[in-house]
């Protein structure tokens, strides 16, 4: 982030949720809407010049849905930081956008102070999800039968802090070891488990808590 202002772009195709989300944003110093559009096209066509910390994206869109959208940012831009906001009723995508490495994923009844916080929050490295997606992930993964994998101790609390939304540094912190050992740890903690990202992790994690 330049200048300790976090740059945010807005993607939803209602005019009417971006005002709300953009007046929002702008009553905080510390964060600007650089950019909003209504599709995918437009905001691909973008931005590379504007260069955002954050998209907050819809899943659904007249273009596409989140799980390409989320793709495709992160392929043209790899430090941005995706947040897909959106209402009920997407249950069978959540799984793939989370696949596709949303950095969190809320629903549009969420209070003003959750969308702020989690735009701070994964500028920082947090994963956010919603309590109700959590709730909604797990009901959808219960079926699924999961592989015994042998995880060290450390490994597992590790695995147990990401669960819980914390940064390599808050972990390195709590452990008592370096980032860059927090980071060779998550690296093979995620060929481990099999999985492509933080958020996946943290969800299986959850999976294998609830199944004790």
């Known amino acids: 982030m330049k200048n300790d202002i976090i740059k945010i772009l807005l993607i939803d195709d209602h005019s009417v949720v971006r005002l709300g989300i953009r007046s929002l944003i702008e009553k905080n110093s510390d964060m600007m809407v650089c950019g909003e559009y209504g599709t995918l096209t437009a905001a691909y066509e973008n931005i590379k010049g504007l260069e955002p910390d954050v998209v907050l994206l819809d899943i659904k869109l007249p273009d596409g849905d989140g799980v ?84 060290t101790q450390q490994e597992q609390e590790i695995l147990n802090l990401i669960s819980e939304g914390k940064t390599n540094k808050k972990i390195s912190k709590e452990m008592f070891i370096t980032e860059k050992t927090v980071r060779n740890y998550v690296s093979i903690i995620l060929k481990k488990i099999n999985v492509s990202n933080r958020t996946e992790a943290a969800l299986y994690w959850i999976r294998q808590k609830s199944l004790k």
Do not use: F
Not at 102 to 111: P, T
């Open 68 to 151: 390409t959208g989320c793709m495709t940012i992160k392929t043209m831009c790899p430090q941005t930081k995706v947040i897909i906001l959106t209402a009920y009723g997407e249950d069978s995508l959540i799984v793939d956008v989370i696949k596709a490495g949303a950095d969190g994923y809320l629903l549009k009844n969420i209070d003003s102070k959750t969308i702020i916080s989690s735009i701070r929050g994964v500028t920082k490295g947090d994963s956010i999800l919603d309590p109700n997606v959590i709730s909604k992930v797990l009901g959808l993964l219960k079926n699924k039968d999961t592989d015994d994998v042998n995880l």
